[in-house]
């Protein structure tokens, strides 16, 4: 079973930078999907990067393209969600998740109920 904790939240600028951690363990194999989601309060959780293990394909929705990056260092077993130009709007909690082992392309579906494993969040807050 897949477990994983994020770290890495807190408190930036409008303008300015984060880097958030997900220590994940229990992969059984290597063909997963790891994502990254946020969810402002009153909003539904979406998703902001996804990363395709095997292949290192990377999804991004229009929200956030060209200001996050989803990266991992599989020597630590970590993924990272570089985000840069911070907005107020990019303020919510956020969570890595990871969809897998499946069989082929495991980020094709990338929706929060396509994702089994949840890590237990970290908070960002983006002041104006």
Do not use: H
């Not at 998703?47 to 293990?53: C, D, R, Y």
């Amino acid at each position: 079973q897949v477990q994983l904790v994020d770290t890495g939240g807190g408190s930036v600028q409008a303008g300015g930078s984060l880097r958030l951690s997900c220590a994940s363990s229990g992969y059984t194999s290597r063909n997963y999907c790891m994502g990254w989601f946020r969810q402002a309060p009153g909003k539904e959780r979406e998703g902001v990067a996804f990363n395709s293990i095997p292949d290192g394909g990377t999804y991004y929705p229009d929200s956030v393209n060209d200001r996050f990056t989803i990266s991992r260092d599989n020597t630590k077993n970590t993924v990272y969600l570089q985000m840069n130009s911070l907005k107020p709007e990019d303020a919510a909690m956020y969570y890595c998740a990871a969809r897998g082992p499946l069989v082929g392309n495991a980020c094709r579906r990338r929706s929060e109920a396509d994702f089994s494993a949840w890590g237990q969040g970290t908070q960002v807050a983006v002041s104006s």
